[in-house]
């Protein structure tokens, strides 16, 4: 197995900003000759092969050069690097926005169908869904248009495609602080005030907080004075600001643009191709949950006030009756330590770095019965983890699945969340072969300091086990066309299959392999393992709550029918009515909301609608036996392997034997 060599090459990190730019100019300059040349052919001489196939190629050829281009600007600890990075992401938009735009491109398209219906060719279903996918990107990119509504419709998706680019820059250039002396950071244990930077102001010693969630959590979650809960919240909040205006040009363009194509909303528009398939819809899904959630929310409040209510009477606090969006956090915790006597610090020193990430490889490698094999090779960053994925038992280069690479921690400039990008897609090349696919998995987890190694919270490490699922969708998966590829299935399906495998974080058996104190290498016991079972349904109600109020400001953002409001103001008004935590004043923290301005724009939504799919399948093939290498490769099979060549819904009813129900995602809402 080590002796064996991919049959491809891991891609180049070392690029220059000059190769950066040079080679993202190169590629699009391939993609327009064939783009050039299908336009070119008359009618009679398109055909499958000749318009369909030659596009799917050069577009897959495109992305193989074009994507860990502009990655570097989330990764590389060089700004010129990232600068270079978002300047190519904006050349290859720019691009694309002319590219969806060609007439003649989309007139080729329709005489090749046309050709291949007259001419009775029996296609495969991955080729005829390719032709649909095809036509109807040309019908919603507005090629029906008139050629005044198709150049002021181009003018928009242009100066779309820069907002979104600038917005992302902000948001992973960000480098705010604010600074607390060491009694105002009382309560906040003494292993995150060590990574904290410390300095002089004046006569007085204190320590420099960033917005880093590293940084920022533990603030949040611990701090004993709310004063300090609310300095540190209320900044974080503000931190990107500098957005707002740009946030208003991207819902303003997007407004415009669904205006044009004759959408009543941009909302309309992004569902119309979801699982969801209405606004309408979103709006009813989410009406529904937020009407069973709310008592039970309401009810979690007034127990969380009450400990509140007690804590600052008996450490001499003003209470004003309120449960602030800064309590939150803190008070969940406070009520989880007080009513299931879990220590959270306890339960994160079973959770080290070193332990649960080669154990979470391992899980998956025997439940998909695949194996990781660590390369020492070019990567962005010294602290980048690089892998070759393989079937188990590989005996040829045929048994190679492709990359990922894993990079786990907080520094300037890089991205500042928990996400998967897939860089190569994997797709059937002219001659036959594979073109291999490559993800890279990238977090933000506390880094070790000066009294402990690095250790994971019970989140996290269901963040990772959650983004892992990812990894897996897009190595596992297999099909002809690299459009198909992977994650590409339909928004509101995407997050299914990772929140599926969430629930392995909450079995006994997975728990006790994960944690292995990083003192006594003990793992978990049964009693502690109860204690957090129970956590799991501790305050869901306003969990859920705000997971809502974060949907619903997606959603109703995108469905203003006229210029704009104040979104700021519409941010905290439906976060408090919703999420029933109240803020001191607006505070423009939709502005850090990098969701919605990719693919995930109206679709917030669906972290919650997957839900409903993620837990059936779960409870139906996996609550057995959820180690299993058989239910895995039915998951492998029926879930990964199609990617999105195939209807959601026909895999949803192959893997599951039955149509899909809601009974055990409501039974897990409800702790049931």
């Not at 046309?114 to 109807?136: A, F, H, T, Y």
């Amino acid at each position: 197995m080590a002796t064996l060599t991919p049959p491809q090459a891991a891609p180049k990190w070392t690029h220059t900003p000059e190769e950066v730019i040079r080679l993202t100019k190169e590629a699009l300059a391939k993609y327009s000759i064939i783009e050039d040349s299908v336009a070119a052919l008359t009618p009679a001489e398109c055909t499958f092969e000749s318009v369909f196939l030659a596009l799917a190629l050069a577009k897959a050829k495109r992305f193989c050069v074009t994507e860990p281009l502009s990655f570097y600007q989330n990764v590389s600890p060089s700004a010129e690097l990232r600068d270079a990075s978002t300047e190519a992401e904006s050349l290859v938009r720019e691009f694309e926005v002319g590219s969806s735009m060609r007439i003649d491109i989309f007139r080729a398209l329709q005489a090749a169908e046309k050709n291949i219906k007259d001419s009775g060719r029996v296609l495969s279903p991955e080729e005829q869904r390719l032709i649909d996918k095809m036509l109807l990107d040309g019908s919603r990119n507005g090629l029906a248009l008139s050629d005044a509504e198709r150049e002021k419709l181009t003018a928009l998706k242009t100066e779309l495609a820069q907002a979104c680019i600038d917005f992302k820059k902000n948001c992973n250039e960000e480098k705010g602080s604010i600074t607390f002396t060491p009694e105002e950071l009382k309560g906040v244990p003494q292993e995150f005030i060590s990574g904290y930077t410390k300095r002089t102001e004046g006569d007085k010693e204190v320590y420099v907080v960033t917005f880093k969630m590293s940084d920022f959590g533990p603030v949040n979650r611990f701090a004993e004075n709310p004063e300090t809960r609310r300095i540190m919240y209320e900044a974080f909040e503000d931190r990107l600001a500098v957005n707002e205006p740009v946030l208003s040009k991207v819902l303003d363009c997007r407004r415009e643009i669904a205006e044009l194509l004759g959408y009543r909303t941009w909302a309309d528009y992004a569902t119309e191709i979801k699982m969801v398939k209405t606004a309408k819809g979103v709006k009813q899904f989410l009406a529904d949950l937020e009407d069973k959630l709310r008592p039970i929310g309401l009810k979690e409040r007034r127990a969380l006030l009450e400990l509140k209510k007690k804590e600052h009477e008996e450490k001499g606090f003003p209470f004003d009756g309120e449960l602030y969006i800064w309590d939150s956090s803190y008070y969940d915790l406070k009520f989880i330590e007080s009513n299931l006597n879990l220590d959270s610090m306890l339960l994160k020193e079973h959770f080290p770095v070193a332990h649960v990430v080669p154990t979470i490889l391992d899980i998956y490698q025997d439940l998909l019965q695949v194996r990781f094999v660590e390369i020492q090779g070019e990567t962005w960053h010294l602290e980048v983890q690089q892998y070759a994925l393989w079937e188990k038992d590989a005996k040829d280069e045929s048994d190679f699945l492709g990359y990922c690479y894993i990079d786990l921690y907080p520094r300037e400039g890089k991205f500042p969340g928990a996400a998967v990008w897939p860089l190569l897609p994997g797709y059937e090349k002219e001659d036959g072969s594979r073109n291999y696919p490559v993800a890279a998995i990238v977090a933000n987890l506390a880094k070790p300091n000066a009294l402990k190694p690095a250790l994971m919270t019970h989140h996290d490490v269901k963040t990772l086990f959650h983004e892992m699922g990812h990894i897996f969708h897009e190595l596992l998966s297999r099909t002809r066309f690299a459009r198909f590829h992977g994650t590409t299935v339909a928004g509101d399906f995407m997050e299914a299959p990772s929140q599926m495998l969430e629930e392995w974080c909450y079995e006994p058996k997975v728990l006790t392999l994960m944690s292995s104190h990083y003192q006594t290498k003990k793992p978990l016991d049964a009693e502690f393992i109860g204690k957090l079972l129970k956590a799991r349904y501790a305050n869901v109600g306003l969990f859920n709550l705000r997971q809502i109020a974060y949907s619903q400001f997606d959603l109703e953002a995108h469905m203003f029918e006229g210029p704009g409001g104040d979104y700021t103001q519409l941010w905290t008004d439906i976060c408090q009515s919703i999420g029933l935590l109240r803020y001191d004043k607006a505070h423009p923290g939709q502005c850090g909301l990098h969701h919605i301005i990719g693919d995930y724009n109206v679709g917030l939504y669906g972290y919650m609608y997957s839900q409903v799919y993620a837990a059936d399948m779960y409870a139906t093939v996996f609550k057995e036996d959820p180690l299993d290498p058989a239910r895995g490769r039915r998951y492998r099979e029926k879930i990964l392997l199609p990617g999105s060549s195939k209807d959601e819904m026909d895999m949803l009813r192959d893997f599951l034997g039955r149509e899909p129900n809601s009974e055990a995602f409501v039974k897990q809402l409800f702790g049931a």
